[in-house]
């Protein structure tokens, strides 16, 4: 692979690959195949070293005690940190999202998390299982987000980040928010896997990722089907 590559990092499969978050990676590296644009997929087990000069950083869904392994690895690693400071793109869903924040909840007690987003979570009354809508902050220039979430944390933003949208069918972070963003990181509840749902997300972290301004459309026939189906089966 030459150093033009995109390249994509798959933080723990081992730990954080429950909830077929795996499909963000194959998706983004379709899309950008789709282009031309040359793509590497690094997956980087939790007792290997943590690249850190990769463009895009993909971390999913898990359960509480590995959660609270990879958030351990990851401070102690420190790869994710200097990522961020050179400016790389992290998506991250559930778990690799409570886990960006300053502490999370998990198996009756409080974590330190990374710290690389102003949020912390903790347990809310019952799990919050079932499809997840919502309107995302227009400053992103997206359609509403598509997704399906399963977790028992509830997360609250700090002044630091923004809500990515406001719920209209699920819990999210809160009932009302849901995920957060701050500069080129975003953390979302959303499973699906979120990009096969929202190809327009996976999109817009290509952009990031790449400085392309623009991209060409893809046939999203099928996405345009699935994205249908699930608005209405949750319409009232
Ligand atoms: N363990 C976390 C929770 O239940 C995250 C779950 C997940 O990643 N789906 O809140």
Redesign the pocket.
């Known amino acids: 692979m030459s150093t033009e590559d995109l390249r994509i990092v798959w933080i723990y499969p081992d730990l954080?690959s429950?909830?077929g978050d795996r499909g963000n990676m194959l998706i983004l590296a379709a899309r950008a195949r789709g282009r031309g644009i040359p793509v590497e997929t690094i997956e980087i087990r939790s007792d290997q070293a943590l690249p850190d000069s990769a463009d895009l950083y993909l971390i999913?869904?898990?359960?509480?005690g590995p959660?609270a392994l990879a958030a351990q690895r990851l401070n102690a690693d420190g790869g994710l940190h200097r990522a961020v400071a050179r400016g790389s793109v992290v998506f991250a869903?559930?778990?690799?999202y409570?886990l960006l924040g300053t502490s999370?909840f998990?198996k009756g007690s409080s974590y330190p998390g990374l710290s690389l987003l102003d949020l912390q979570?903790d347990r809310g009354p019952a799990?919050a299982v079932g499809e997840l809508h919502g309107v995302i902050d227009p400053r992103l220039g997206l359609p509403p987000l598509s997704g399906f979430?399963?977790?028992?944390?509830r997360t609250h933003l700090g002044p630091g980040v923004s809500p990515l949208a406001q719920v209209t069918t699920g819990i999210g972070n809160d009932g009302t928010s849901e995920g957060a963003w701050r500069g080129n990181l975003i953390g979302t509840?959303s499973?699906g896997p979120a990009l096969s749902r929202n190809p327009a997300l996976a999109d817009l972290l290509l952009r990031w990722a790449t400085g392309a301004g623009y991209l060409p459309p893809l046939d999203d026939t099928w996405t345009d089907r699935l994205r249908h189906e699930r608005q209405v089966a949750v319409a009232p």
Do not use: M
């Open positions: 954080l429950t909830y999913g869904g898990g359960e509480d959660q869903v559930c778990a690799g409570q999370f998990a979570s799990r979430e399963n977790h028992g944390g509840y499973h």
